[in-house]
């Protein structure tokens, strides 16, 4: 990085800066100071965005022109996939978060001086360095599964002279050694939420989590914990989608299809169409009903369509283009998506934030369910 560069990046940031504060998302004062203190492009030295012209997955490096100026752009910046170091596509496994869903998620979390937090999901270090520059760094404790990740991001907080406590481990455990945290902030998205998290946090603390469903439908929630370590907690009505949190992703499509049961002769018709549960409203709600299913969309030379398989027991569903359905296995999961389905619609299509999410101890988790619909 050039002198050049180096006064070039402070324009960016300002600029970004602005637009986050115009946008109405980057509110407060303190977080407004927080941000112009942070570059970002510490955080993202390589990346992978799609390409304007293309729609092609391009990779970035600081060696190009336009690395500042994506860098400090209000997108998602992948930076790895499939878990491994040198790949350059397939299911990206880290990334530096939209600034804009970011500084968002930070508002909400309400955060008072001195107050510590753990984050699950250190990625790219950026979020802890946000984190450490509001709150003091030693405030701050960042865990993430994958130890490419975390050296990393160690290094460049160092950087900038910030030294939280970052941690490789599965953070489904929290981080105990720390514990307990005033917040817990996931940026890698849940099906149930570890009660690790419940236990660590402190009277009156809060956790915000991105909780996904089987039909990968979002929704961001917001738990309090009581003194009596009951936790109460609701869907907010802001937008947010993580990658999974690792030791809860579904299995492989390709295992799933190893041990789906034999097809059952009986070809069912119905009236949903894979497009019907193409909004995050629909994913979100039906998704929920279905909690031990993992759903693909299929676009291969096995078929097309939609396919559904449950997680522990063979049975498997499969939507096709011409609205019949293939099932098999003991439990009828199309009849399941289109009870869900139906009870949603007749609810009037309500979004994430409009039903009534409950959190129900199940297994050491918390469960997400829905009571009933506004
Ligand atoms: C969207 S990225 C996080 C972005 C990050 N906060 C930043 O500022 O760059 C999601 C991260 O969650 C991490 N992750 C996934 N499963 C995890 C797990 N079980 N425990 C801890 N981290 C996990 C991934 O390795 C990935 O780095």
């Known amino acids: 990085m050039t002198l050049d560069d180096d006064s070039r990046f402070g324009r960016y940031l300002n600029t970004l800066v602005d ?55 209000d997108q998602p ?26 500084v968002t998620m930070l508002e909400l979390l309400d955060l008072h001086p001195r107050d510590t937090v753990l984050e699950i999901g250190t990625g790219t270090g950026y979020n802890a360095a946000l984190l450490s520059a509001y709150l003091g760094d030693c405030n701050v404790t960042t865990v993430d599964v994958d130890g490419a ?118 070809l069912l018709t119905t009236a949903i169409r894979a497009e019907d549960l193409e909004s995050n409203e629909a994913r979100f709600a039906v998704g929920l009903q279905l909690p031990d299913v993992a759903a693909f969309g299929m676009q291969s030379t096995e078929g097309r369509g939609l396919y559904l398989a449950h997680r522990a027991d063979g049975s498997w569903a499969h939507l096709q283009p011409d609205q019949t359905v293939c099932i098999g296995g003991p439990t009828d999961l199309w009849r399941q998506l289109e009870g869900a389905y139906l009870a949603w619609v007749e609810a009037g299509h309500p979004a994430p934030h409009q039903l009534s999410v409950s959190f129900s101890l199940f297994q050491q988790q918390l469960v997400p369910t829905v009571r009933q619909t506004n």
Request: aromatic share 6%.
């Open 149 to 266: 990740l975390t050296g990393p991001a160690r290094e460049r907080l160092a950087e900038l002279d910030l030294h939280p406590t970052v941690v490789t481990a599965d953070g489904a455990a929290g981080h105990p050694g720390r514990a307990p945290y005033d917040r817990i902030i996931a940026t890698c998205a849940v099906r149930r939420i570890p009660t690790a998290w419940l236990e660590q946090t402190k009277a009156g603390g809060k956790i915000l989590v991105t909780v996904e469903t089987s039909l990968h439908g979002y929704g961001l929630a917001l738990l309090t914990v009581d003194d009596e370590r009951r936790v109460s907690g609701c869907i907010l009505p802001d937008a947010a989608s993580f990658m999974p949190m690792r030791s809860q992703a579904d299995p492989l499509f390709r295992e799933l299809r190893a041990v789906a049961l034999p097809r059952k002769d009986q």
């Open 77 to 102: 910046l992948a930076t790895q996939f499939n878990g491994k170091p040198g790949d350059t596509s397939g299911i990206p496994t880290s990334s530096s978060t939209a600034p804009s869903l970011m």
């Open 19 to 73: 637009k986050l504060v115009v946008a109405g998302v980057l509110r407060s004062t303190r977080w407004r100071a927080a941000f112009a203190a942070t570059p970002r492009h510490i955080f993202v030295p390589r990346f992978f965005h799609p390409d304007p012209m293309t729609g092609e997955l391009r990779r970035t490096t600081s060696q190009d022109a336009d690395w500042l100026e994506v860098v400090y752009s």
